[in-house]
DNA sequence: GACGATACGGAACGGGGGTTCCGGTTGTCA
DNA sequence: TGACAACCGGAACCCCCGTTCCGTATCGTC
């Protein structure tokens, strides 16, 4: 997946790698931006100077984790397209990486400590993201089905805006997401 | 403004505090939730001490930060009340209020400490919150203008979203709130 | 102006958590 | 199987930051 591959690792490294990366996920997910380098540790059965030489800061372990998300949205882009076009595959897109997001709310919390850096990883996937998600959005306004003002820029601006509001433990206030997801895609309907 | 009246500030306790909120403003809009409590005293020329005195936590601080947020929140729909009812007054009072939380966006990612002592505090004003726009809510359903589903339970979740987005900064990641301003409002119409 | 109550300042404390270091271990290759 | 490089574990390090403590200063009142 990575373009430069420095060498290759050792097989138990490799083990640990995977093992680390699982564990990350899990924690994040559960722990969100506290999360904590020793318990990633532990869970993954692995010292801290171990994690430490597969990432060599936290920011860079966020940036994995980062990175896979995309994947995995540009996986379900790419679903979509195979399936449907212009408005159709939009909303479906939407709804189907907001049902991923939902999954493991608690890790979006984790977006707000991305950093350059970290997001510099997932650079690639992200671009090939707006190629595709730009292709249904294009079609859709071919269409007339899409609010006209609409772009691929704005995508960000929404998924920073569900995933918080997914994220968010706002203590005493009552929290009703599916509800903001059915008013965005009314919104974005022409 | 508060219901208990504990007892009477001597002069120079009184000139303190005001001090220490005005510069917890400045500075929680300046770092967001990274603001540190010896920054506030320094920017307010005051001792940590006399920083604890006051707002014996810093979560304290925080709830006194939002609680006089609602405040403002409040006046502004009592503003509109005045002025309009139904679907102008509801998006009238939105709109207003999302420009106050743009002209200090990064104070939005306070938000994410407050807890439940930070917001009893805010719990009154809240209260009357909730009945103002659930005025505007009731009449424009009646008028038919808003989207069938919508109560003023979905309002914290809209503004939590907004807000997110108003103040996060991820890294590389084109942003436009006023876009999704429209969306939001789009979608909320009947 | 003097006295007690109320406040103030800011050095010091404590613990939380990312990061480093290095002696020991394990995989790999000849 | 021996030898070396690559890797591992986890105690220790250190900085950051909220909070406390207490000697000193100031206000209000008689």
Redesign the interface.
């Known amino acids: 997946m990575s373009t430069i591959e420095p060498r290759q690792l050792r097989a138990d490294a490799r083990r640990n790698r995977e093992r680390i990366v699982d564990a990350a996920r899990e924690v994040f997910a559960r722990c969100g931006a506290d999360a904590q380098m020793d318990d990633i540790a532990a869970r993954a059965g692995v010292g801290v100077g171990t994690l430490y030489r597969h990432f060599p800061t936290k920011q860079e372990l966020v940036g994995e984790i980062i990175r896979s998300k995309f994947d995995r949205h540009l996986e379900t882009a790419r679903a979509w397209a195979d399936r449907a076009s212009g408005w159709e595959a939009l909303e479906g897109f939407l709804r189907e990486v907001w049902s991923h997001m939902a999954e493991d709310s608690s890790q979006q919390?984790l977006?707000?400590l991305?950093?350059?850096k970290?997001?510099?990883l997932a650079?690639t996937t992200r671009g090939e993201l707006i190629e595709v998600v730009g292709g249904f959005i294009d079609q859709a306004h071919r269409d007339g089905t899409l609010?006209a003002?609409?772009t691929v820029?704005?995508i960000?601006?929404?998924m920073?805006?569900?995933?918080?509001?997914m994220g968010?433990e706002?203590?005493?206030?009552?929290?009703?997401?599916d509800?903001?997801l059915?008013?965005?895609?009314?919104?974005?309907r022409a």
């Open positions: 919390r977006m707000w991305v950093d350059e970290a997001m510099a650079e609010r003002d609409f820029d704005d960000p601006t929404i920073c805006a569900v995933g918080s509001a968010s706002m203590a005493a206030m009552p929290r009703n997401v509800g903001l059915d008013i965005i895609v009314a919104g974005l």
